[in-house]
């Protein structure tokens, strides 16, 4: 990009990109702090993936008191959520809330993507350039792009000629699909399928679901809220916050287990489990005992007890054993949570479909076929396929740091970042809940708010000592991939071929992306990092290209 040194253009101290609940709360945080920032958002209103997956039974699998900006307690006291787990609409709504709430909208610009940004290394400022051809010069350039939020269609021979409508989970129509009396094909079976093929199930004439992998799910028992439960948590709701950034994903309400589940009988680990079970949530489930992570022997004791469940729901056997994930170890997906996805098999218009056995050929214009030759004819197919996770909203950027690196490059063999929050190479560029950071391992509205409240204290830092420019070491970021890698290594997440390592995307170098050694510890080397004046980030000023601090 060339860039632009006229003056008809926006100047700001910061530039946000993404009006998701990260973006949202950076915007109000660094606002307050005197900063002149805007927020770029492609979509149409607030809410990232919320705005986004508005798919049928799309719902958080975090508990909605723990899924919740903590920044104000009077929003906290007076926001009531009406049931256990968020409906996206609810979620929406309550973004929206926020949104009106701290008047954000006067400084969120909607539609309108940022398709390139540069480093200008001579006013230490970021050249963005708009979808409408805007151009914006920022000092710092914040991504709050989202870890899920570049929908996958794969490329499928023929879906041009397919004459039914498709659609998207990630990007669902505003006004909603109705699938009554239609003939239906889901593709994918990750957590958007899982979530949908109920509601699915219970409009269409006939559904079809393409699997081609097994994922194990749990039961969510989502319910109205319980007012008792709400009344205590909102009493205590500052030690709840406090308790959950001390926790590995940020959330409260889950005591640390203390013993291997190979350590104690068959009989009192089943108990535990059909109890877990009989609660609901996947971090309860995970957290019964300190090895299923990082033990493969560990680990089976809770697959095989899942594995039961699932041959115990389903009503034929044939499909209950194609329904049973044998190739990862339980939790190295991501645990999935769902209201009735198994017994939606026991519905006689419901038919499951290996496509691993036999893969979908191509798309014709009554359906699709796969490679043993069936014919499903259909009049509306989901893609439930999921995204290009982590780094694909980065790459559809044209990033570069104005000196001949482009994003492509510095990630062509996988994403490296400092802490998830910045990169080499790039100045004065941050990253919320990126790559290397507990991102989608922890809760993500926490990640969002600790994230940003870092970036406000080390631009007060940089205000403060009159410093323009930052930027990572080399060391320090590989030292931090290493550590990332080191502890990936040391748990079973790497033994699964899941969008944690890119391996839904062709092609994607395989590299395991989200820090998975706890949030709490991850906050106490962010905590660290400030304490100690920000050792690997190296801080200059323009006019003087000196070092003003080590
Ligand atoms: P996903 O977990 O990546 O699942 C995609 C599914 O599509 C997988 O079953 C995958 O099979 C299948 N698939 C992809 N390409 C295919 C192809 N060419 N042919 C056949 N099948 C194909 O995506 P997602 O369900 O949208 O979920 C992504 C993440 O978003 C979740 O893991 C979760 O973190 C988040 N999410 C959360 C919630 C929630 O809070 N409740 C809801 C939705 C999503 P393979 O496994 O074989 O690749």
């Not at 006939?206 to 992998?213: G, P």
């Not at 990169?423 to 950071?437: V, Y």
């Not at 420019?469 to 899941?498: C, G, M």
């Not at 390592?501 to 992306?513: L, S």
Request: with cysteine; proline share 5%; net charge negative.
């Amino acid at each position: 990009m060339t860039i632009d040194h006229s003056k008809d253009r926006t100047e700001l101290d910061v530039a946000i990109v993404g009006a998701g609940v990260s973006g949202l709360y950076a915007l109000h945080r660094l606002r307050a702090l005197g900063y002149r920032v805007r927020v770029y958002e492609q979509g149409g209103d607030a809410g990232g993936t919320w705005y986004w997956n508005r798919y049928p039974g799309c719902r958080c699998d975090v508990e909605s008191l723990e899924y919740s900006y903590s920044f104000d307690e009077t929003l906290e006291q007076e926001w009531h959520w009406p049931e256990r787990y968020g409906t996206q609409p609810e979620i929406l709504r309550y973004v929206n809330h926020v949104v009106d709430r701290y008047n954000l909208r006067k400084d969120i610009v909607f539609n309108c993507p940022i398709t390139a940004a540069t480093f200008d290394e001579e006013t230490d400022q970021w050249q963005l350039s708009t979808g409408g051809g805007e151009r914006i010069a920022s000092r710092f350039c914040i991504m709050a792009t989202g870890n899920l939020s570049t929908p996958r269609v794969p490329d499928y021979e023929g879906l041009d000629s397919f004459q039914g409508k498709w659609y998207h989970t990630g990007q669902w129509p505003h006004d909603g699909v109705d699938f009554t009396g239609l003939r239906v094909g889901v593709i994918g079976t990750g957590s958007s399928g899982v979530q949908s093929i109920p509601i699915i199930a219970g409009q269409a004439s006939r559904l079809h679901v393409f699997q081609r992998t097994p994922q194990f799910s749990l039961p969510a028992r989502n319910g109205p809220m319980d007012s008792d439960k709400e009344t205590a948590h909102k009493a205590a709701y500052r030690s709840h916050r406090e308790a959950a950034l001390d926790t590995p994903f940020g959330m409260s309400g889950h005591p640390p287990p203390t013993q291997s589940a190979l350590d104690i009988s068959d009989e009192e680990r089943q108990a535990a489990y059909e109890a877990k079970w009989a609660e609901g949530g996947s971090i309860s489930f995970l957290y019964a005992y300190t090895d299923l992570l990082i033990n493969k022997a560990a680990n089976d004791t809770a697959a095989d007890f899942v594995r039961d469940k699932i041959r115990q729901t389903v009503n034929d056997p044939k499909v209950a054993e194609k329904l049973i994930p044998h190739d990862h170890p339980i939790g190295t997906k991501r645990l999935i949570l769902d209201s009735g996805y198994f017994e939606t098999y026991n519905q006689d218009h419901v038919t499951l479909v290996d496509v691993r056995e036999a893969p979908i050929e191509r798309f014709t214009p009554e359906g699709l076929r796969t490679a043993d030759g069936n014919e499903y004819e259909l009049d509306a197919v989901v893609f439930a396929t999921g995204f290009d996770a982590m780094t694909g909203a980065l790459r559809n950027i044209a990033l570069d740091n104005g000196a001949g690196l482009t994003i492509q490059d510095k990630w062509s063999n996988g994403p490296r970042c400092f802490m998830g929050l910045a990169m080499a190479g790039f100045p004065n560029l941050f990253m919320i809940t990126g790559p290397q950071s507990p991102s989608v391992k922890a809760q993500m509205i926490l990640g969002g708010e600790q994230h940003s409240d870092w970036i406000a204290e080390f631009l007060e830092y940089m205000r403060l000592n009159d410093v323009t420019r930052f930027e990572v070491e080399q060391k320090a970021e590989d030292d931090w991939v290493l550590h990332n890698n080191d502890i990936a290594d040391s748990t079973l997440y790497p033994l699964a071929n899941s969008w944690y390592v890119g391996a839904n995307v062709p092609g994607k170098p395989r590299v395991f992306m989200p820090y998975v050694g706890g949030f709490n510890r991850y906050k106490k080397a962010c905590d660290e990092l400030a304490e100690k004046g920000y050792p690997g980030l190296r801080l200059s000023r323009y006019d003087e290209m000196s070092d003003v601090a080590d």
